[in-house]
């Protein structure tokens, strides 16, 4: 990092500190003067969270798209706090937020020796779901996109290697998968895939809450290239910083599932726990910016 950067990254770690310090009661305060300021004084990208409620959910009334994205800037405001806490709260503090319903569906395939390809989507919290996954007797890595912002990368890449997972940059999967392999060791893929594509990126289209979508087939691939076993991990919001996570075995033999099967069952699946929760999920992304080209 160039000085200024640097300088800049410690005055926000302070801030930072001086916030996760906080009594439980304060944070809660914080975190509602950040959803009053981001809903209702800046209004936070309210016209792209309208929109993509509006079209997932075109059933709904209006009233009720409004109540939905009040309820998501208050999540929102939850996990600007939650980031915080995971980047300094010792593990164990960490680990008591966070129950699994069914530990034994990661155990079993651990216990058959198997490497694990596990797909989240942004809901819930999936930081909080990858720590979680990283207290297992696994090696737990997590693929990545870099961050513009120097600041927030070392902050982000410094809060995941703390609760145990190994960041992986996304241009580096491919090479640090063949290194992980022939290593003998058995190793966990976290792998959040419900990102924007770019357009090049885009290989598959499919229906994702009531639209045309295009998606990342990625981990589909390595799944098949590496004979990963495949989970999906929902993680569910239970109130603030505690979090309930549920397995979902997709397959223990990819090379033998249809082109495209894991994609549809992972996106079928989160569509599911969208719709149970839908101010869990990140509606201020500018997910369907992309439009399949007719022929």
């Not at 500190?17 to 809660?28: E, F, M, R, S």
């Not at 300021?37 to 016209?47: E, I, M």
């Not at 598959?204 to 809450?209: E, G, K, Q, S």
């Not at 249809?258 to 549809?264: G, K, L, N, R």
């Amino acid at each position: 990092m160039k000085p200024l950067q640097l300088i800049g990254y410690y005055l926000t770690m302070t801030l930072f500190l001086a916030v996760w310090i906080l009594p439980k009661p304060l944070q809660h305060l914080l975190a509602l003067i950040i959803y009053v300021l981001v809903a209702h004084v800046l209004g936070y990208r309210k016209k792209v969270i309208i929109t993509n409620l509006t079209k997932s959910f075109p059933e709904k009334s209006q009233k009720e798209i409004k109540r939905i994205a009040r309820r998501y800037y208050r999540h929102l405001s939850y996990m600007i706090i939650e980031a915080v806490n995971l980047r300094f709260s010792p593990r164990k503090r960490i680990a008591q937020c966070m129950g699994v319903q069914n530990p034994e569906a990661l155990q079993q395939l651990i216990d058959k020796d198997r490497n694990v390809l596990i797909i989240l989507g942004h809901y819930g919290n999936w930081e909080y779901g990858c720590a979680k996954i990283a207290a297992y007797d696994i090696r737990t890595t997590a693929v990545y996109k870099r961050l513009s912002s120097p600041i927030f990368e070392r902050f982000y890449l410094e809060m995941r290697s703390k609760t145990g997972v190994e960041p992986i940059e996304m241009r580096d999967t491919m090479r640090k998968m063949v290194e992980m392999r022939d290593s003998g060791h058995r190793f966990a893929l976290l792998s959040v895939a419900d990102q924007t594509p770019t357009r090049s990126q885009i290989h598959y289209w499919l229906p994702f809450l009531n639209q045309d979508t295009g998606v990342f087939v990625g981990p589909e691939r390595l799944a098949k290239k590496f004979d990963m076993a495949v989970l999906y991990c929902e993680i569910k919001r239970l109130g603030y910083s505690k979090f309930d996570t549920k397995l979902t075995l997709i397959t223990e033999s990819p090379a033998t599932e249809p082109e495209h099967a894991i994609t549809d069952r992972f996106y079928q699946l989160l569509e599911a726990s969208i719709r149970e929760a839908p101010e869990n999920w990140v509606w201020s992304h500018r997910r369907w910016k992309h439009q399949r080209e007719t022929v």
